[in-house]
């Protein structure tokens, strides 16, 4: 009964391991990469600082396509990919690639959302003082919509835990894996149990964690 | 000194602003007013560049707006503070950073011993020392105009252009914020452009004053040459004067004075002098920045008329009879 409670806790700290692995490299790529066609969304809006209907139009149609794949999809096709950019398919690093491709387009609509909340008196008032479009940009755009950037990547976080259980498909381990083939497909209750308490207590650190925050900065 | 001539400018199928033309004089305070639609914040943002016209000219100090690219616009915008109906704060930034964020633009370090005396001589000015590190929210409507006046004084501008200003803001408030303006006319000498639909903030602080109507400037000249006395329709409709519970029998008479001759001696003089009665049907009494300006109106016996505006003439007052 001990030695298979310690194995247990192996298995879920490990796996624990992986989905904090997984969750923080695809998130740091996701908002870096996310953070471009998010701006570019937001300054060519009809609303933008350099309105531009056929880019707008262009980009946001890629958006909608990349976030209408599902996951499961994704993960397949995006394979020769993942061989090109980690070497190989299989793997919890590999698992990042097609998370990070699947969360870019969340991200870049939760930025351009954002951004573009700002009044847009603040902008006006800016641009009465000379700045300049880029000044326009970091000043006052990204500077007033932190706190809404940070709520998206709190979202962008828990989505991606969701999606990270997935990743079991092509090797990439995680709590969410654990629970599927343990919990589901071996009728393991107990790690079925243990591995969505687990997620549940994740969760609610990152949102607990994402409203403090949240509270401090705006 | 801003001239403006022939201004156009045409938003999809709207035209707004039909061949405006005004000239804003060194260290005056001029007013721009109309009825909301009239083109006036239009206007504004022209002078500024951040709105473009169609046709026309605007010329600061010889500098012609038409001519300039983008870096020698943002040069003349350094040169004008403006300030807006919303206020138009950054909310995440306390008062100190948001008065220095045109610091920012102009690669002035907010924490630099300079800027620090500068921003805090500023609040000092607007009378905001002790709210330094205040967030937006925590701050009232008025308070929150004199953090943007600040922050449109930092870069030690040369015009303040006024938006609407004081629209959002309680009678007793407005007036705290007029004689700050007046008060950053008078002793820095800055320029100040004021739009605004507020007769009240014409009378209080404009030295000169435009009335724009559908896109057009209507009468330009001091606030009590176009108010106290309006010819145009336009004008009056715009003041809503009341005259609608005047009798219905006689002649109506409006008579207009202004602090030079005093209402009363000449009424009570006329009544003595042509021996005949009259009865005072309205008046009003009206401040243009420091001085008084009335109107009344009495209703006489037809066969008085010619008497009465005889004696009306003799003592140069102005009048109007009534339909």
């Known amino acids: ?218 | 000194m801003i001239h403006i001539e022939n201004v156009r400018k045409t938003f999809q199928d709207l035209q707004v602003l039909k061949g405006v033309s005004l000239s804003v004089n060194e260290h005056e305070i001029y007013g721009i007013i109309g009825q909301s639609g009239a083109g006036k914040s239009t206007l504004l943002r022209c002078i500024n560049g951040l709105e473009s016209f169609d046709e026309g000219e605007i010329t600061v100090d010889n500098t012609r707006l038409s001519s300039l690219n983008r870096k020698d616009l943002r040069l003349l915008q350094k040169r004008m503070g403006m300030i807006f109906q919303g206020f138009n704060l950054l909310e995440r930034l306390d008062v100190y950073h948001n008065i220095a964020l045109p610091m920012k633009f102009w690669g002035i370090n907010p924490s630099s011993s300079e800027a620090e005396k500068k921003i805090r001589e500023l609040t000092g000015l607007v009378g905001l020392e002790d709210k330094l590190h205040a967030k937006p929210r925590e701050l009232s409507g008025g308070q929150k105009q004199r953090v943007a006046i600040a922050r449109a004084l930092v870069l030690d501008p040369e015009f303040l252009l006024c938006d609407e200003a004081t629209s959002a803001l309680d009678p007793e408030i407005t007036k705290g914020i007029l004689a700050l303006i007046q008060k950053i006319n008078k002793e820095m000498g800055i320029t100040i452009v004021i739009v605004t639909h507020q007769m009240e903030v014409v009378k209080q602080v404009c030295e000169r004053v435009a009335f724009l109507n559908n896109g057009t400037v209507l009468r330009e000249g001091r606030p009590e040459e176009l108010f106290v006395k309006p010819e145009r329709k336009e004008i009056r409709d715009f003041l809503r004067e009341g005259s609608e519970n005047l009798p219905k029998y006689g002649v109506n008479i409006q008579l207009f004075f202004n602090g030079e001759n005093n209402m009363d001696p000449t009424v009570t003089d006329m009544a003595r002098t042509l021996d005949t009665n009259f009865s005072i049907c309205w008046a009003k009494l009206e401040d243009f920045r420091d001085d008084v300006y009335g109107s009344l109106v009495i209703n006489v016996d037809e066969k008085d008329r010619e008497r009465v505006l005889n004696f009306l003439n003799e003592r140069k007052i102005l009048w109007e009879v009534l339909p």
Request: aromatic share 12%; proline share 4%.
């Open chain 1, 1 to 218: 009964m001990i030695a298979y409670s310690s194995g247990m806790t192996d298995i879920l700290m490990t796996a624990l391991k992986q989905t904090v692995y997984m969750v923080f490299w695809s998130t740091l790529f996701s908002v870096i990469i996310g953070f471009i066609p998010g701006v570019i969304l937001t300054l060519t809006a009809p609303d933008g600082l350099k309105p531009n209907k056929a880019v707008y139009e262009t980009l946001s149609f890629i958006v909608n396509v990349f976030r209408s794949f599902p996951f499961i999809i994704l993960l397949v096709i995006l394979i020769p990919f993942t061989r090109m950019i980690v070497g190989k398919a299989i793997g919890t690093t590999a698992s990042i690639v097609p998370l990070t491709i699947s969360a870019i387009p969340f991200i870049a609509r939760i930025f351009e959302t954002s951004l573009r909340e700002t009044n847009p008196g603040v902008i006006e008032a800016a641009r009465s003082f000379g700045a300049s479009d880029i000044q326009i940009l970091f000043h006052v755009y990204v500077k007033e919509s932190i706190p809404r950037m940070l709520n998206g990547v709190v979202l962008l976080i828990i989505s991606l835990i969701g999606y990270s259980a997935m990743a079991g498909t092509v090797g990439g381990g995680g709590i969410g894996d654990i629970a599927i083939r343990f919990g589901y497909q071996q009728y393991k209750t107990d790690y079925l149990v243990v591995c969505s308490v687990l997620l549940i207590i994740f969760v609610q650190l990152i949102q607990m964690i994402g409203n403090h925050l949240y509270k401090k900065l705006s």
